[in-house]
């Protein structure tokens, strides 16, 4: 029903009305009706204007729905009910839209509304482009906007607090221009957003639940409690921005070549089941600003892909799942790597570098290398594939029983292979340890071990044994860093310490030995190698370097028994010539041999240990079989504070032996075993005696002495025979001679 259609007069109304409409459509031509007080839409109907509107028609929409353009409607409108904009081409409305009612844009055209409306019914953009400079040109603050297969675009930078909903596929175009949104986003239909254009939309409102987001250009922010959920794709140039985010943001999957800034903040990766790959990169910065950045991937059994050089410094967390880098894919940067899921670098040109790995899932090498730059952390899975391992930095452990078969290099930091809870771990390939490196633990490395020059070999982590299937080479220079702790019951049993069973050859090429105490380590036998093939000594094999303050040690090889131990003498009395190794608890040995201050010939009373004279200068006891004592002064003087000579025929010869005064007494040398039967026996000194507290003679065998004397402090015979060929015996002229209760026998002329 058209009412007072043509030029009205006076304070004549235009009406549209009625309940129905009409077959067709109702339409009416605006450019016919001029002049009316007013113009209003009643009734249930729905009116469609066309032609061109004046700024003086102003309309009011009682009931139904009011359908124009921005050529039919160009005055005010007063809406109680619907106002539709069907816009099929480019145009402005700068009239004020208010009351109660909605407006809708359909059409695919652009419309831009300048006015500062105040309509309460809410905004529906279901086709076509709705362009705003202000929150103010959507009407009242409470009344939502609903983007259905449609776009809302920014004409100016501002901020709205409504809700939005996204219908289907939803565009927003901020033109260049920032939109703030902090009101909350809901969706329906498939309920995705499309970001559009330069510029930055921010999204800080809560409970924003997005089916995917495509952000074709320019940057999505999340800011304060801003979130996005579903699928995101970030096309080449944009950038999704969580810096200002106060808990980071979730999504389901990623997708696409852009840029995710993190700031701070972490992404969390909800798989699911699904798989993508992402060309872009995660960094750290954004808007918000920040560094240490992470990324979280979890749920389920898909496969994320990176194939980006990623910058983000902070953690990255395989919950579940599986990340793959591809190409020239990286996440170097990142803090350390907690791999629970899969980690997969078979893909990548060149292998792939992360600075730790902790958790307890899987890495799949394939034939490439992974890297550790600066690790920190322990890793409870499985390395597999044919690949290697490069280790630059840090502490590392692995606790599993790695399968990969490449090399293992240890550059520099520390590797443990088996941590004191896990002797099982272990690696099946080779390993190398170069110079200012280590490598330890308790478990096994299957292939051979080489141990460069200035490289550390530590087994245990603290105390314990490392295996090693092959052959074990350690190169001149390199160091064995070991620790030992309380001795064996007895001197025939380990103590406990670190030690490396070598299943193949054993290869010593010059080491150096550091021996450190772990607490309690005391006098005993401590096992260092055992090997199952071939013992090749070069340069030395090994030797002795750094050792606890006042410790007594020695490197023993027992090359039938397939050993090299350590001998611990701290605190014992060694003192008994065994020289022949034959001396037991019940019978002394002795021999003929060299006496060095360095040479294993000495034993104590049960015969537990054959070592060194200690202490040195100690006082020396020659029995058993009879021998011919050679001292050499090549490593040191060699000094005592007496001797005793309880078998028959004794030569002592060589270089000069120093004889030190005890307790303001005069070294004594016996020939004798206390018993009568040492009447019958001879011993013979034949080099030089030195010393200042000169020297006494005792029990009832004799002594015979040829050498050039120099001791000085004169000479007494308590007991038996002192033989000589000449006053020159006898020490320094100086020296007197005291008999007491022995004898003097003079041979010479």
């Not at 844009?105 to 529906?124: D, E, F, W």
């Not at 701290?570 to 001396?583: M, S, V």
């Not at 049960?606 to 202490?615: G, L």
Request: net charge negative.
């Amino acid at each position: 029903m058209v009412s007072n259609s043509g030029s009205g007069v006076g304070g004549d109304s235009f009406i549209l009305g009625g309940d129905d409409n009409a077959i067709g459509g109702n339409t009416f031509d605006t450019g016919t009706a001029t002049g009316f007080a007013s113009y209003q839409k009643s009734g249930a109907s729905t009116w469609t204007l066309t032609g061109i509107g004046s700024t003086a028609q102003d309309w009011s929409i009682a009931a139904g729905t009011l359908v124009g353009d921005s050529t039919s409607l160009a005055g005010n409108i007063d809406d109680a009910a619907a106002l539709v904009f069907n816009q099929a081409a480019d145009g402005s409305f700068g009239g004020i839209v208010s009351g109660t009612g909605s407006l809708a844009k359909t059409g695919t055209g652009t419309l831009v509304l300048t006015g500062a409306n105040t309509y309460g019914g809410g905004t529906t953009i279901d086709a076509g482009t709705l362009s705003v400079s202000s929150d103010g040109n959507l009407g009242d603050s409470a009344g939502a906007v609903d983007i259905d297969n449609a776009t809302l675009q920014a004409g100016a930078s501002f901020a709205s607090a409504r809700a939005f909903s996204l219908t289907n596929y939803a565009h927003i175009d901020t033109q260049g221009f920032d939109l703030t949104l902090s009101g909350p986003i809901t969706t329906s239909g498939y309920g995705i957003l499309f970001k559009d254009g330069t510029g930055t939309l921010t999204v800080t409102g809560q409970a924003n639940a997005y089916q995917g987001t495509i952000i074709d250009c320019g940057t999505l922010a999340l800011s304060g409690d801003g979130a996005i959920s579903g699928t995101l794709d970030i096309q080449g140039g944009a950038t999704l921005d969580i810096s200002q985010t106060r808990a980071g943001a979730s999504i389901g999957t990623l997708g696409g070549n852009g840029t995710v800034a993190l700031g701070g903040q972490t992404l969390t990766v909800n798989l699911g089941a699904s798989n993508w790959s992402f060309d872009g990169t995660l960094d750290d910065g954004g808007i918000g600003g920040g560094t240490g950045g992470s990324m979280v991937l979890d749920d389920d059994l898909g496969i994320a892909t990176f194939t980006g050089v990623n910058g983000y410094t902070g953690s990255t967390t395989i919950a579940a799942g599986t990340l793959a880098l591809t190409g020239t894919g990286s996440i170097a940067a990142s803090s350390g790597l907690i791999d629970n899921g899969t980690f997969d670098i078979a893909g990548t040109r060149g292998g792939a570098s992360v600075a730790s790995l902790g958790g307890s899932g899987a890495v799949t090498l394939g034939s490439q290398t992974l890297t550790l730059s600066r690790a920190h952390d322990s890793f409870d899975g499985v390395i597999a594939g044919s690949g290697g391992l490069l280790f630059d930095g840090g502490r590392q452990v692995l606790n599993g029983a790695n399968t990969y078969t490449g090399l293992t290099d240890v550059h520099g930091g520390t590797l443990i292979v088996g941590d004191d809870a896990h002797a099982s771990a272990a690696i099946a390939g080779s390993a190398q340890v170069e110079n200012g490196a280590t490598l330890g633990g308790h478990g096994r490395i299957g292939g051979d071990v080489t141990v460069q020059s200035g490289g550390h070999l530590a087994p245990g982590a603290s105390i314990g044994t490392l295996t090693v299937g092959g052959n074990l080479v350690a190169a001149s220079g390199s160091v064995l860093d070991y620790e030992f702790g309380a001795p064996g019951a007895d001197l025939h049993t380990f103590g406990t310490g670190d030690n490396v069973k070598v299943d193949g050859n054993l290869e010593l090429d010059g080491a150096v030995l550091n021996v450190a105490d772990a607490g309690g380590m005391g006098p005993g036998l401590y096992n260092v190698f055992r090997w199952g093939g071939s013992l090749i000594e070069t340069n030395g094999g090994v030797a002795l370097g750094s050792t606890p303050t006042g410790s007594l040690l020695q490197l023993q090889t027992l090359s039938a028994d397939r050993q090299i131990n350590l001998i611990a003498t701290t605190g014992l009395t060694l003192n008994i010539w065994n020289a022949n190794g034959q001396a037991t608890a019940s019978h002394m040995g002795g021999g003929s041999g060299t006496w060095t201050t360095t040479a294993p010939v000495w034993t104590d009373a049960q015969a537990d240990v054959t070592s060194a004279m200690q202490p040195q200068p100690g006082f020396a006891i020659f029995g058993g079989t009879a021998g011919t004592v050679t001292v050499d002064n090549g490593a040191g003087t060699v000094s005592a504070t007496g001797l005793q000579f309880a078998s028959d025929g004794y030569t002592l010869t060589g270089d000069t032996l120093t004889l030190v005064g005890a307790g303001g007494s005069a070294p004594v040398i016996r020939v004798g075993d206390g018993s009568g039967a040492g009447t019958g026996m001879t011993a013979t000194i034949g080099n030089v005696l030195a010393g200042s507290a000169g020297l006494t003679k005792t029990d009832l065998g004799t002594l015979v002495l040829g050498g050039a004397n120099t001791y000085t402090g004169g000479t007494f015979v308590d007991g038996g025979t002192l033989s000589v060929s000449g006053d020159g015996n006898l020490g320094a002229a100086s020296g007197g001679l005291t008999l007491d209760g022995g004898t003097l026998r003079v041979t010479g002329t």
